[in-house]
């Protein structure tokens, strides 16, 4: 029996809509070539790296500029220090800000309106403005050249309740209730039924933050004292401030500076994306 169904025939591509697909490449080309000739110049020499005319790809790869990089410097432990202070401050951060925003999005209470809008008039307030009073306290308390040190200030943040408020507000009521009626406690209606519709969120927040406190590249300087416990972004600008730098072996710092915040950004580009897309749609 044939198919009496008629045939969709393919759509053709509009001539705008190929121009703008061809722009779109050449803009993604031009984003990604930094980052390409970042990686290639660590597998260089010095010389390598300025000779003209460029050399586009090496012919040669040069491998001692990692060798030196870790064997020379502490650089695994520069790793180590980013990678257990930007972890632990995200989660931090995740944790403190989706109980914050779930009060301020499901709870009533006294001033919640006063309060929210004190926390969005701190996101107007630029970091280096209270950078000194900060580090007067984080002195006073010992907490300076210290994992802590680090970690806590950067938890004090109201972007991350500012984000999760929307996502929490989109969960209908009849949730709560119907976990309530059936006995559950707030904690657990917010930890088994409310949490896991508002992933999206969380994982657009998690990278966000993660990235922002890898590159918060001021206040580790000021809190790290020794080499040892620098972070793996002040540690790689430390090497620039040798003379007669050796600039394939500080591109080679950087390229280990930039990768992991690339395989976060892989592993949680699915809830990024679906969390600022939610963001954006309001009903």
């Not at 040069?62 to 520069?78: E, M, T």
């Not at 002195?139 to 999760?164: E, Q, R």
């Not at 430390?238 to 992991?260: C, D, H, R, W």
């Amino acid at each position: 029996m044939k198919n009496l169904l008629p045939k969709h025939k393919a759509k053709r591509m509009e001539p705008f809509d190929l121009v703008l697909n061809v722009v779109v490449l050449l803009g993604a080309i031009l984003n990604l070539f930094p980052f390409y000739w970042l990686i290639t110049g660590s597998l260089k020499t010095s010389a390598g790296i300025f000779k003209m005319p460029p050399e586009w790809f090496p012919s040669t790869f040069h491998y001692q500029n990692y060798i030196d990089l870790f064997v020379g410097q502490p650089a695994l432990r520069w790793a180590l220090n980013s990678i257990l202070v930007a972890v632990v401050t995200t989660v931090l951060v995740v944790g403190c800000s989706a109980l914050a925003a779930y009060a301020f999005a499901k709870l009533e209470f006294k001033g919640k309106s006063f309060l929210f809008a004190l926390f969005i008039a701190t996101l107007m307030i630029p970091k280096e403005i209270f950078i000194v009073p900060l580090f007067q306290i984080i002195l006073k308390f010992n907490l300076s050249n210290s994992y802590l040190g680090m970690i806590l200030p950067n938890v004090a943040t109201a972007f991350g309740v500012f984000l999760l408020k929307g996502f929490f507000e989109g969960v209908p009521d009849s949730i709560r209730e119907s976990g309530r009626l059936d006995g559950a406690s707030e904690l657990t209606v917010f930890l088994k039924l409310v949490l896991p519709i508002v992933k999206p969120g969380v994982g657009a927040l998690f990278i966000l933050n993660f990235v922002n406190v890898w590159n918060d590249y001021l206040w580790q300087m000021l809190i790290s004292r020794s080499k040892e416990m620098m972070t793996l972004m002040v540690g790689t600008a430390s090497l620039m401030q040798e003379i007669n730098p050796n600039f394939a072996y500080k591109m080679a710092g950087a390229t280990v500076a930039a990768l992991p915040m690339l395989c976060i950004f892989i592993v949680f580009q699915r809830y990024f994306t679906k969390g600022i897309t939610l963001g954006a749609v309001k009903e």
